[in-house]
T-cell receptor
Framework: EDQVTQSPEALRLQEGESSSLNCSYT??????LFWYRQDPGKGPEFLFT???AGEEKEKERLKATLTKKESFLHITAPKPEDSATYLC?????????FGTGTRLQVFP | NAGVTQTPKFRILKIGQSMTLQCTQD?????MYWYRQDPGMGLKLIYY???????DKGEVPNGYNVSRSTTEDFPLRLELAAPSQTSVYFC??????????????FGSGTRLTVV
């Protein structure tokens, strides 16, 4: 069965304390891996798409990497405005399969 | 360029009532999707469409129906609402050029409560 597992479920960081979020997947024929940010009461906001193992993408304090079985979202020197739920999803048969997300809190 | 627009934003239904959640996109995306999001459960796919006139079931289609008469619109119909359908509903759209996926843009959601 296709599965996407994110860890940890929740993460509390002090401002400036770098860390990584994990997304592991068991999907045959991966066509892409997506990272989204979701703020309370809003729809997911697109961050990155990764297509092949070894690929990396960066945006401000965020960097996403991909291996054959998992993806990492690295957050460097986070700020309180980075607090949100980060969702990982894999593209399989034209459909996105989502993990349950990592709820990140960054406090001053 | 509005992206993906969902209406209404909030709705309270009584058990057994019916309603239609509206979704419109103005990006000429060929693919459209309906997801529901329950607390701690992630997003689950209800129905999707690969183009006008074509729809298919997702992971949790029971109790719902969809239609896709135009590229822009993808309404979700709830018949005989049940408390288990209390959730936040998101519509999304995307475009595939046979190599890369573009978009996968989400609307702002409809929060539905069935009492």
């Amino acid at each position: 069965e296709d599965q996407v597992t994110q860890s940890p479920e929740a993460l509390r960081l002090q401002e400036g304390e770098s860390s990584s979020l994990n997304c592991s997947y068991t999907v045959s024929g991966l066509r892409g891996l997506f990272w989204y940010r979701q703020d309370p009461g809003k729809g997911p906001e697109f961050l990155f798409t990764l297509y092949s193992a070894g690929e990396e993408k960066e945006k401000e304090r965020l960097k996403a990497t991909l291996t054959k079985k998992e993806s990492f979202l690295h957050i460097t020197a986070p700020k309180p405005e980075d607090s949100a739920t980060y969702l990982c999803a894999v593209l399989h048969d034209d459909k996105l399969i989502f993990g349950t997300g990592t709820r990140l809190q960054v406090f001053p | 360029n509005a992206g993906v627009t969902q209406t209404p934003k909030f709705r309270i239904l009584k058990i057994g009532q019916s309603m239609t959640l509206q979704c419109t996109q103005d990006m000429n995306h060929n693919y459209m999707y309906w997801y529901r999001q329950d607390p701690g459960m992630g997003l689950k796919l209800i129905y999707y469409s690969v183009g006008a006139g074509i729809t298919d079931k997702g992971e949790v289609p029971n109790g719902y129906n969809v239609s896709r008469s135009t590229t822009e619109d993808f309404p979700l119909r709830l018949e005989l609402a049940a408390p288990s359908q209390t959730s936040v509903y998101f519509c999304a759209s995307s475009y595939w050029d046979r190599v890369y996926w573009y978009g996968y843009t989400f609307g702002s959601g409809t929060r539905l409560t069935v009492v």
